[in-house]
């Protein structure tokens, strides 16, 4: 059995503090996109056995935030003949999110290694898991060249991947590869290692509600309306809070659609005046047995059943969000691959769900349909704080080691 909660310094765990070090925020700016560039080079020197393509992203949805109006580089790696059928291919992501409004204690950009724990901004989501894959497979290809081994390492993923792993996955298609099955090095379990999988994350959907009014001066409410005061305010926001969907997964641990108010907005400009309307958004996790489209119809069906068409009007606000698709799969070869190796590193099999937030994971469909997709990445806290997104964030040595150690034992069986 491999030493677990032993810790390890392989050479995953010098390209995870090499990747750490580089400061690479999702490309929202122009001026961030060098050092996005500087970490998939260091991802590409990593991987000396593979073929490297670059492919240049650009957001063309124009349903999305134009937010990307340039390109995007992201990296499509691959070991050995992709004509050949079969192989693992990985979905990883090197961009990280800010730190600008937290209080760290640790460097974010340092890379410092303390405590059994290597320290840093993206050394959980996900920066660990890349290295521990590119070192994986460099070993495994070295060892088995004659199935291929693919990964798509991307520049842009925690701000919706307009211009991304969709890009990466279309280069894959059109080189002829036919990968057996996609891992997404995610944080899949919540503290302990090994412990958690995912097959499928719910989609996301904003609904705006514009609530209608009449602005005028404050001390003369009667002859104005003021949204903030409809009677039918307080049930319009009840009833929308208890929407109800039967629509859960159980045996695959996707919870049902849910939908959740996220902010009630209506302001005047000044104490002195009833505000001109007011603003709901509402936003939807939703399954597969949703469409956006059908979620828009049904709460404008609730708001004519309490008659309050005139009063409201819905609007899908594209400001704020965009559709993203759910995505679920059926267990196969990948999924028993890692239990079965999991359940020997920890002692237990691991428990597998479809909760959680939105991956990259939900784009593989649309390029490769009825393709395996599993998520498998360390811990989302894996000291019980510090995890993903979090003021000092950090990798446990030994889940590291670990992770790169399942990376190459599901790689073999694939
Ligand atoms: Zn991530």
């Known amino acids: ?9 392989g050479p995953e765990l010098e390209l995870t503090q090499r990747l750490v070090q580089i400061p690479s925020l999702t490309p929202t700016q122009p001026d961030l996109l060098d050092a996005v560039g500087e970490a998939l080079r260091l991802c590409q020197a990593a991987a000396p056995s593979a073929n490297a393509y670059w492919v240049a992203g650009r957001d063309t949805n124009p349903s999305t935030r134009p937010v990307f109006p340039y390109e995007v580089p992201n990296l ?97 298609h059109e080189l002829g590869a036919h990968p057996a099955a996609f891992l997404v090095g995610e944080p899949s379990s919540q ?78 400009g000044s104490t002195s005046i009833v505000p001109a309307s007011a603003e709901m958004r509402l936003n939807f996790r939703y399954t597969p047995q949703q469409t956006p489209e059908g979620l828009w119809q049904q709460v404008a069906a609730l708001v004519a059943e ?5 009063w409201v009007t819905i609007t899908a606000n594209l400001a704020v969000g965009r559709h993203q698709n759910p995505y679920l799969n059926q267990p196969g070869p990948l999924h028993q691959a890692l239990v079965a190796t999991l359940t020997d590193l920890v002692g237990a099999p691991p428990r597998t769900d479809a909760e959680g937030g939105l991956t990259d994971g939900r784009h593989v469909h649309k390029v490769f349909p009825g393709a395996e997709v599993v998520e498998c990445g360390p811990p989302e806290q894996p000291y019980g704080a510090g995890g993903m997104h979090q003021a000092d964030e950090g990798i446990r040595l030994d889940d590291l080691a670990n992770l790169r150690h399942v990376y190459q034992q599901v790689m073999k069986a694939l």
């Open 76 to 172: 499509v790696l691959v070991w050995g003949n992709p004509q050949q059928a079969g192989g693992l291919c990985f979905l990883g992501h090197v961009d990280v999110v800010p730190v600008a409004k937290q209080t760290w204690q640790r460097n974010p950009f340092g890379g410092e290694i303390a405590d059994g724990i290597l320290w840093g901004r993206g050394a959980t989501d996900m920066k660990g898991a890349v290295a521990a894959f590119l070192v994986a497979a460099e070993a495994v290809f070295l060892q088995r060249p004659e199935r291929p081994i693919y990964a798509v390492i991307t520049g842009d993923e925690e701000w919706g991947s307009p211009a991304g792993t969709l890009a990466g996955l279309q280069t894959l």
């Open 306 to 310: 309490m008659g309050l068409a005139e």
């Open 1 to 9: 059995m491999f030493p677990a909660f032993t810790p390890l310094r």
């Open 191 to 268: 503290q302990a290692f090994g412990t958690g999988l995912k097959l499928g994350r719910r989609g996301s959907f904003n609904l705006a509600l514009t609530l209608r009014g009449q602005s005028g001066h404050v001390a003369y409410p009667a002859l104005f309306s003021n949204p903030l005061e409809h009677p039918q305010l307080g049930p319009l926001i009840g009833r929308l809070a208890t929407l109800a969907f039967a629509d859960g997964n159980p045996p695959s641990g996707m919870p049902a659609t849910r939908a959740t108010l996220t902010s009630v907005v209506a302001d005047g």
